[in-house]
């Protein structure tokens, strides 16, 4: 039956005024069964008013300590009024007035009452049962078994009355704590909800981030190593020159990848989270404000930039470009962006096709290579790329997949619905067959 209650169980609020209301209202209950009560004993079983006093004092005692200790508060209540029932006995017999209440008499039923509505309060159902088949066992020895003569039986009222005692503190006890437990939950809800709105928010600077530098970053580096083979004759000094921009470009885009990494990372704070961000994040969800939008128009100025970082580019287009969303058009000219930045990385010299098929449903978009034609510096990736152009692929209710080719190249293939949204009536998205490789 142990159990430490909180010090703002009910009915004790968290305000501090209401606490210091709540105490005074159990003082003047105390100090009421203390004095009214030891009257009543003294006139009505023949106490002397010293024994009668401190008997309610006992009681009185008892409410007071079943603010902080209801269990304690309980066993001396009872012990109290299970003295004093015996002491009236004695004094039953020998009364001349009507029979008197018995062996609970009114001031002491109050008293237990009062401890046993705290104890409900404080406790836990189980305890305040066990306290009320105590209470139950012992007015049942007093009165049924012990007895006495000349009185009015008042254990199965007052057992009664401790019961009605103990299921209204039990009720207010489960209605404190349900609600409790629902400002707990919505506490938890409400952080939960700014927590995901951070880490979208970070997962959307982070893709922004690395669509508006990382893939001119790369074409810079890609240039800077293709420069000195242009030249005829090129000195030491353009060959250090450009090897430093290379090396230069290289740091940043490794930082870069660092610090796109902790943005995702649900976690910034751990080291794994930095140590394992060596591949750049996914494509993002809308462009920075300050820019304008990418979209299917500016593919052409796309393709130009990554011919001139050295790699031989086609595009084919098949059908008539239709209205597309916003968000259809910036994740197209993402997708092909991202596969051309990893044939910049992986496949140096490589030849790329870029196809575009505007189908009635939607969007199909190909971008395949071919082995690359100078060997490839290694360079740990941890798929990030890849994974971001399928997230935003699903959010307009597409596809990406992306596989090696049998004759050493790579394949990227996506459909976007036209919307924006996937369309249940239609299957999967089937779009020209992937093209032959140069």
Request: proline fraction near 9%; glycine fraction near 8%; charged fraction near 20%.
């Amino acid at each position: 039956m142990g159990e430490t209650p909180s010090p703002q169980s009910p009915p004790f609020s968290k305000y501090r005024w209401l606490r210091l209301l709540t105490y005074l209202l159990i003082s003047w209950l105390a100090l009421g069964i203390a004095l009214a009560g030891a009257e009543e004993l003294s006139n009505s079983y023949g106490f002397t008013y010293a024994v009668a006093f401190l008997s309610t004092f006992l009681q009185a005692g008892a409410v007071v300590l079943a603010v902080r200790r209801p269990v304690p508060a309980w066993a001396l209540s009872l012990a109290a009024a299970t003295a004093t029932a015996l002491l009236a006995r004695q004094n039953l017999a020998s009364l001349v007035l009507p029979s008197p209440n018995w062996p609970w008499p009114a001031p002491i039923l109050l008293a237990h009452m009062a401890v046993f509505l705290l104890l409900a309060l404080r406790v836990r159902p189980r305890s305040t049962l066990a306290a009320f088949a105590v209470t139950a066992l012992t007015t049942y020895v007093v009165e049924g078994g012990i007895g006495a003569q000349k009185y009015s039986a008042t254990g199965p009222v007052a057992l009664a009355l401790f019961a009605v005692a103990a299921v209204i503190g039990a009720t207010l006890r489960s209605r404190s704590e349900a609600r409790t437990e629902l400002v707990q939950q919505t506490t938890i809800t409400a952080e939960e909800r700014a927590r995901r709105t951070l880490l979208e928010e970070r997962s959307r600077i982070a893709r922004e981030l690395h669509d508006v530098v990382a893939h001119h970053m790369s074409v810079i580096s890609i240039q800077a190593q293709v420069a000195p083979h242009l030249v005829e004759n090129p000195s030491e000094e353009l060959k250090e020159n450009l090897a430093g921009i290379r090396n230069n470009a290289l740091e940043a885009l490794t930082e870069l990848r660092r610090v796109l990494g902790v943005l995702r990372s649900e976690s910034p704070d751990e080291p794994e989270a930095v140590e394992d961000s060596t591949r750049l994040p996914a494509p993002g969800t809308g462009p920075a404000p300050d820019a304008p939008q990418p979209n299917l128009a500016r593919l052409d100025a796309l393709l130009e930039n990554t011919r001139a970082a050295g790699l031989d580019v086609v595009k084919a287009e098949e059908g008539d470009a239709r209205g597309y969303s916003p968000g259809v058009e910036l994740s197209a000219y993402r997708i092909v962006q991202e596969a051309l930045s990893n044939v910049l990385r992986h496949a140096p010299g490589a030849k790329v096709r870029v196809d575009i098929a505007h189908l009635p449903n939607g969007i199909y978009l190909s971008v395949s290579n071919s082995r690359p034609s100078r060997p490839v510096p290694p360079f740990r990736g941890s798929g990030h790329g890849l994974l971001g152009m399928r997230e935003r692929a699903a959010m307009l209710g597409g596809q990406v997949e992306a596989k090696p080719t049998r004759h050493g190249g790579f394949l990227v293939t996506a459909f976007l619905p036209r919307g924006g949204a996937p369309e249940p009536a239609e299957p999967g998205p089937t779009g020209p067959a992937p093209p032959a490789l140069p």
